[in-house]
């Protein structure tokens, strides 16, 4: 079983930035990849970004490409989201994830573990 919890959510103006964190306990953090999805009020849940377990691969949505950036420190079971340039189309509830795959995977069915969420909001 792994644990996560996100947070660093919250109100920001468009152009801003904010940096979301994603605390993990439980099973051996290191042994998964990490995504973060995104899910807006009537909206399906979408694929953010994601990391694998060596920190040598990331993926992206083109919708973040160039503006967010995910990381993960395994000595501190946290991996962060860097999301910089904000538009009010970013705003959502933001969820990180855990997946016992070998690649990086990009459908939330893969994932296996979840956190509860953080919301962030972007004004015009």
């Known amino acids: 079983q792994v644990q996560l919890v996100e947070s660093g959510g919250g109100l920001v103006q468009a152009g801003g930035s904010l940096r979301l964190s994603c605390a993990a306990s439980?099973?051996?953090?290191?042994?998964?990849?990490i995504g973060w999805f995104r899910q807006a009020p009537g909206k399906k849940r979408e694929f953010v970004a994601a990391?694998?377990?060596?920190?040598?691969?990331?993926v992206y949505a083109d919708s973040v490409k160039g503006r967010f950036t995910i990381s993960r420190d395994n000595a501190k079971n946290m991996v962060y989201l860097q999301m910089n340039s904000l538009k009010p189309e970013d705003t959502a509830v933001y969820y990180c994830?855990?997946?016992?795959?070998?690649?990086?995977?990009?459908?939330?069915?893969?994932?296996?573990?979840w956190g509860q969420g953080t919301q962030v909001t972007v004004s015009s």
């Open positions: 994830a855990a997946a016992g795959t070998y690649r990086i995977v990009l459908s939330a069915t893969q994932y296996d573990y």
């Open positions: 439980g099973r051996t953090f290191s042994n998964y990849n």
């Open positions: 990391i694998n377990r060596w920190s040598d691969s990331t």
